[in-house]
């Protein structure tokens, strides 16, 4: 069993498993946990840069890379754990686990990299400072 | 603002709204309110009747009725509440809703028709005295 | 086995299962076969009415009764049909049905009573007129 | 616009878009492209290994990387593309990548690490010789 081997993540969203993400060899299909990593992550940003608006806004993801550790059963507890690693100029690194929330073990991994793309003008658009520096400090990132 | 009639609904789960929830007109699709009722049907019969074998039951959907009154947007908190209504030899009928946690404002009612289904020899079943009982303790039913 | 009673439906779309389609029961999950009426419908007006702006309309569910008369395995060929049946001032009556390709078993019907939505204005409009013409047409309605 | 280098895929699948695959940004949500891929994968091994008893033999997702270049609106049509890359004792490799099936842009690529799975003995399983000669010939892959 792979225990989470550190403790810093400060975003733990719980996760609510619907009966229709159990798939017919009885466990959380595999694309759904994208659908709870896309949750945490809109959380994330939610509790982070409250001022964002996602009118004019959007995080476009670029590229994923997921490592399925464990199967996750229908009655289990589970969270998911968010922080950002890397903030680039156009581009940012997130990376993400989703946990039994009781015993601690790491069901799957995540590392994926987003960009933010401008709504209104249709093009990526640099990380605004403001944000740059809330991410920064909620997750004792240096800038 | 169509706001609950009643408080007797005992069984009240809150619902995690996901962002792919949500559709291209920016607020929760239809197609998902029947995922939160299943989910909320889920729970409550783990609730209610915890000692049901589901590798041997199923509960299956013969009908559902649902009356979406207002739209759900991402940020909402909401909540699905469960009730069964009627409980026949072989059926039973459910009655649920989305409600807006803070304000109680009704999103979507919904009545459905269920079975059971015995897994093992591949057909419906009567509902077994003790999860009836257990049942209409729980809603206070008539039996 | 409950096949079509009749012919009258001119818009079939065949509808391609997904492998998380299924739930642990082995069959397509009750949840999903809204997402097909949903697909089929956008399909129905895309054909009919070709012109519809939905950056501007959208087609809001009120209503939906569906009735669930035979099971949908993982291999079937399946499509949806799709009719008007009904055109009201602001609101009207689809009926919708999915069968198997193959063997004609009908296995869900659905009768659902939608609204036209303005996106600009932020409420509900009129049937355009073109529209009408164009679906009682199609469906040989009356008018 | 990046197209297909190569035209080695010998395993096409139409994909059909649902209308709730679009997410409110307005094209399809990161989440659903897995969907898309987990189709292909279940057609390429019913094509090609058309024997294996799919209630004895799961597939399991061990690693996904995913690189999205390019969204995908409500109104393309698009395919996935599926091939073995690579087959070891107990895990294979798996390429996949969405196309716009009329101007062959490429819109995501896609790397899984998968096992097999002998659901009855609960543990992962060898690549039976059959399947692994039958993929090898499939995909022009030197065993």
Same mark, same amino acid.
């Given at each position: 069993?792979?225990?989470? $081997?550190?403790?810093?993540?400060?975003?733990?969203?719980?996760?609510?498993?619907?009966?229709?993400?159990?798939? $017919?060899?009885?466990?959380?299909?595999? +694309?759904?946990?994208?659908?709870? @990593?896309? +949750?945490? $992550? +809109?959380?994330?940003?939610? +509790?982070?840069?409250p001022d964002v608006?996602w009118?004019?806004?959007?995080?476009? &993801? &670029? $590229? #994923?890379?997921?490592?399925?550790?464990?199967?996750?059963?229908?009655?289990?507890h589970i969270?998911?754990?968010?922080?950002?690693?890397? #903030?680039?100029?156009?581009?940012?690194?997130?990376?993400?686990?989703?946990i039994?929330?009781?015993?601690?073990?790491?069901?799957?991994?995540?590392?994926?990299?987003?960009?933010? @793309?401008?709504?209104?003008?249709? %093009?990526?658009?640099?990380?605004?400072?403001?944000?740059?520096?809330?991410?920064? %400090? @909620?997750?004792?990132?240096?800038?």
């Open positions: 069993m792979t225990q989470e $081997k550190s403790t810093d993540y400060r975003h733990v969203l719980p996760i609510q498993i619907r009966f229709n993400d159990v798939d $017919k060899f009885g466990h959380v299909n595999n +694309t759904i946990y994208f659908q709870f @990593y896309d +949750t945490a $992550k +809109t959380d994330y940003f939610a +509790t982070v840069c608006d009118e004019r806004v959007a995080i476009v &993801v &670029v $590229k #994923i890379e997921a490592e399925f550790l464990s199967q996750i059963k229908a009655g289990e969270s998911a754990r968010t922080r950002v690693v890397k #903030i680039g100029n156009k581009s940012f690194q997130l990376e993400q686990d989703i039994n929330t009781d015993t601690r073990e790491v069901k799957c991994r995540c590392l994926s990299v987003m960009v933010l @793309y401008d709504l209104v003008r249709h %093009q990526s658009m640099p990380f605004p400072t403001a944000w740059r520096q809330a991410i920064c %400090q @909620y997750d004792s990132l240096t800038e």
